[in-house]
T-cell receptor, first 109, second 116 residues
């Protein structure tokens, strides 16, 4: 079992919908979590990070960590075609960054 | 002004050849990385240097050799290329907070290697 599991998708939703992207993780050592966004033929860029359980909000994006169920989520409100990208979750633990495989998101106009 | 730049962006070569990819960052970061991203988008760390010193050396064939002439540059040389080496190679840099090995990663645009 990989330390960070992520459904590769693709996930296709209509413009304006609320998007939910999820990862599960194993190993409960102290950690923080990151979401990166990667546009086609570009490098990943940091979208959000969070240290603890609960929610963190930044504009249309909300990152949520549920440590009891080892679940990491990213919610996108009022999704736009420009949000179409691959979203990678990552966990920092034991001096390493562990990556999920990425979920490809397609927002249809 | 590009923060992390890598060259070339595209590389098509024959099996058995040797090739190099260069990376430069102008962010003043101490730590640089090479990642390999396969066709399924899975990012795998290969190497990490902190101030020209190798700190992460994952299980990678010794045909891959990184070199850091200074903390702003990290190059990757690959000998005897194989079909399985086809992937996108990303250079990244970060400035880790005290007590950590990784901070926010800033990635280059990637070098797409195709081995025929």
């Amino acid at each position: 079992q990989k330390e960070v599991e992520q459904d590769p998708g693709p996930l296709s939703v209509p413009e304006g919908a609320i998007v939910s992207l999820n990862c599960t993780y194993s190993n409960s050592a102290f950690q923080y979590f990151m979401w990166y966004r990667q546009y086609s033929r570009k490098g990943p860029e940091l979208l959000m990070y969070t240290y603890s359980s609960g929610n963190k909000e930044d504009g249309r994006f909300t990152a949520q960590v549920d440590k009891s169920s080892k679940y990491i989520s990213l919610f996108i409100r009022d999704s736009q075609p420009s949000d179409s990208a691959t979203y990678l979750c990552a966990k920092y633990s034991n001096y390493q960054l562990i990556w999920g495989a990425g979920t490809k998101l397609i927002i249809k106009p | 002004d590009t923060a992390v730049s890598q060259t070339p962006k595209y590389l098509v070569t024959q099996m058995g050849n040797d090739k190099s990819i260069k990376c430069e960052q102008n962010l003043g970061h101490d730590t640089m990385y090479w990642y390999k991203q396969d066709s399924k988008k899975f990012l795998k760390i290969m190497f990490s240097y902190n101030n020209k010193e190798l700190i992460i050396n994952e299980t990678v064939p010794n045909r891959f050799s990184p070199k850091s002439p200074d903390k702003a540059h990290l190059n990757l040389h690959i000998n005897s290329l194989e079909l399985g080496d086809s992937a996108v190679y990303f250079c990244a840099s970060s400035q880790p907070p005290p007590g950590q090995h990784t901070g926010e990663l800033f990635f280059g645009e990637g070098s797409r290697l195709t081995v025929l």
